[in-house]
């Protein structure tokens, strides 16, 4: 088995996630081989880990917590010529590998490649065309969002297989998509007891952590929290994520850009501050972690990700500084009554197996 993967690299949700599903691969099959074409932060997360090509990618500029079409179009007006040649480029690199199969996101250079070659093609994502268009019935979006739908359901039927990861667990049905379970990368049962965990990071008390992601959305968010944090003393919030080093004066706020133990940390926190992608909400859901979740604006897979978990989190916009000590406030006063919601779900994480099971078939 050869696969192709094509991989985002806005932030580093979708590197994780693929890296989870490549890794269930590989327990599968040991032969299997592996070659990743990424840009940005999946570049960086891959090119030490498997043979990588780097690919031009999205370009999302910002530091708040909205996503702007106009400056995103400005900044994107010539990445479709550059797809157009470096479809052609890639045609050549990738032929000598000949994958079995390919697979990818959001990328539309990974269907438009799987058609030159004449390979099948899977995308996995977490935007739910069908949850949308329930949310639609209810809910009054913007032009810019039904953009986005557009554009993501375009890919969608491009390809010849569309797995979509939940957030919740539970069995869904659709003839046009293949829902799974949750996707993480390691299970919490598999890793050392919360008590190891604290002695091994070092830490006094369990944290509050701050999940910025990969890209740079939240650096203001992050801003506010180091100068809301010192009304809660008795707290600790460690932020992670972002390309931007965020300074602390706060004695109770430290930053780290990324940690490959990410999971530990998580494992013994005491609570989740996140925007609303997949990856963080999937396993923060499956360590059973309060959560306080800032949805990016006008971005349409964070807007849903925020409305599936609105039962079992704080889901807030954020405003300014004064509003943010509110909701902060809130939260930590509701983490126990959210923990208990989390404790009561029952999450089967075994989204990866499924993902090999599905490309199997695909393939037969």
Not at 174 to 187: A, F, K, T
């Amino acid at each position: 088995m050869k696969i192709l993967f094509v991989i985002t690299g806005v932030g580093l949700g979708d590197a994780t996630r693929e890296e989870a599903n490549i890794k269930a691969f590989l327990k599968r099959k040991p032969s299997t081989k592996i070659l990743v074409c990424g840009y940005g932060n999946s570049y960086d997360y891959f090119k030490n880990k498997f043979p990588t090509i780097k690919i031009h990618g999205y370009q999302i500029p910002g530091k708040s917590l909205r996503f702007r079409v106009i400056p995103f179009l400005l900044k994107n007006y010539l990445l479709p010529l550059f797809w157009f040649f470096e479809t052609l480029k890639l045609k050549r690199k990738v032929r000598g590998f000949n994958p079995d199969v390919i697979i990818s996101d959001f990328e539309p250079i990974g269907v438009t490649l799987a058609k030159l070659l004449h390979k099948k093609c899977v995308v996995i994502f977490g935007y739910d065309p069908a949850q949308f268009e329930a949310y639609t019935k209810t809910h009054n979006v913007s032009k810019k969002i039904l953009l986005e739908s557009k554009f993501f359901e375009k890919i969608y039927n491009q390809a010849n297989m569309v797995i979509i990861p939940t957030l919740l667990g539970g069995e869904k049905k659709s003839l046009l998509y293949n829902y799974i379970h949750p996707i993480i990368r390691v299970s919490p049962e598999k890793m050392p007891s919360e008590k190891i965990l604290i002695k091994k990071l070092g830490l006094k008390k369990k944290p509050i952590i701050v999940m910025l992601g990969g890209s740079n959305f939240g650096i203001k968010l992050a801003q506010h929290i180091e100068q809301v944090a010192k009304k809660f003393p008795d707290e600790q919030f460690l932020i992670f994520g972002s390309q931007t080093t965020i300074k602390t004066s706060a004695p109770n706020v430290a930053h780290k850009k990324f940690v490959p133990n990410f999971l530990e940390y998580l494992k013994v926190c005491n609570g989740v501050v996140t925007l609303a992608g997949q990856k963080t909400l999937t396993e923060s859901i499956v360590f059973k972690k309060p959560m306080l979740v800032f949805p990016i604006e006008e971005h349409i897979e964070q807007l849903m990700n925020a409305y599936s978990v609105k039962d079992v989190a704080v889901v807030s916009k954020y405003v300014d500084e004064i509003y943010l000590e509110k909701v902060l406030k809130y939260f930590l006063e509701k983490r126990g009554t959210m923990a208990a919601k989390l404790m009561e779900l029952k999450v089967e994480a075994d989204g990866s197996e499924q993902v090999v099971d599905l490309v199997y078939n695909i393939l037969k």
